[in-house]
């Protein structure tokens, strides 16, 4: 299954590739192998950002069941500038390359690493522009809160649906659910970085200036649990 990983430029989501490589390795002869990817994360390297897409392989099997069925997928990685174009070029003609990676998918990963009040109208442009785009309105959506490791988000990552999407961004909310068939849609909240334990609920992170600019890289490898890295997988999986 060809899974499409979108979302404007850095909402983390070469980092969540290296992060699900390191964590949970990958086999599959074709494509680029995902493990290309693991030690970006641990080695606090700033990723570049990719002009055009690309793929990597994944094969998941759900842990804890007698017997679970393997599945291979193909996760293809959107530069962020192309999702970034849907808010200001709304014709199929200027999307080519976002219809170009949308053919055979099976399903999208959408992430959202910020969340402040005045971006909903933002939001909004892009999903309607994304929805109009959709040659199978039938594609399952997965929206991702990433990045919820931050204090002011981590308890919202129980119910993100509630706590993050229809809070901060309530036009987008009501928009998706209006538009994406109820078993097509679903929330979800992740961090690649997660905390620094189960009893130490602190980011997993530490900010550096690099190149004059500001990033979050991962503070504590020894310490390094993601959170819910495969559950949007495995919904698709599961659908
Ligand atoms: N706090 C925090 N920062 C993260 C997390 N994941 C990624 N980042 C940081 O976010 C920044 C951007 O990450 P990338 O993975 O390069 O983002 P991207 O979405 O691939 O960006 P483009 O390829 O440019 O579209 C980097 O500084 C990462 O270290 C996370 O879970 N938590
Ligand atoms: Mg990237």
């Not at 987008?172 to 659910?177: A, G, K």
């Not at 538009?179 to 992170?205: H, M």
């Amino acid at each position: 299954m060809k899974i499409c990983l979108l979302g404007l430029p850095s909402t983390g989501k070469t980092t969540y590739l290296s992060a699900l490589a390191t964590h949970h390795g990958a086999k599959c002869a074709s494509k680029e192998r995902l493990p290309a990817l693991a030690g970006i994360v641990r080695k606090g390297r700033l990723t570049e950002s990719a002009s055009s897409a690309a793929t990597y392989c994944l094969s998941i099997k759900k842990r804890g069941f007698l017997y679970q069925p393997q599945h291979d997928l193909e996760i293809c990685e959107s530069p962020g500038e192309i999702f970034e174009n849907l808010a200001i070029a709304k014709s199929s003609y200027h999307n080519e390359p976002m219809l170009q990676l949308l053919e055979r998918a099976g399903g999208c990963l959408v992430f959202i690493s910020d969340f402040m009040s005045g971006f909903d109208d933002y939001n909004l442009t892009i999903f309607k522009t994304f929805l109009g785009l959709l040659v199978n309105s039938n594609i399952p959506l997965a929206i991702v809160a990433n990045k919820v490791e931050r204090g002011e988000f981590w308890l919202s990552r129980h119910e993100p649906e509630i706590d993050l999407f229809e809070n901060f961004y309530p036009k987008t909310t009501s928009f998706l659910r209006g538009a994406i068939p109820y078993k097509n849609l679903k929330f979800f909240a992740l961090s690649s970085f997660g905390v620094l334990g189960r009893r130490d609920p602190r980011p997993n992170k530490v900010s550096k200036s690099r190149d004059g600019n500001f990033i979050e890289v991962l503070g504590d490898y020894d310490r390094w649990q993601p959170y819910n890295l495969l559950a949007p997988l495995y919904w698709f999986c599961s659908l």
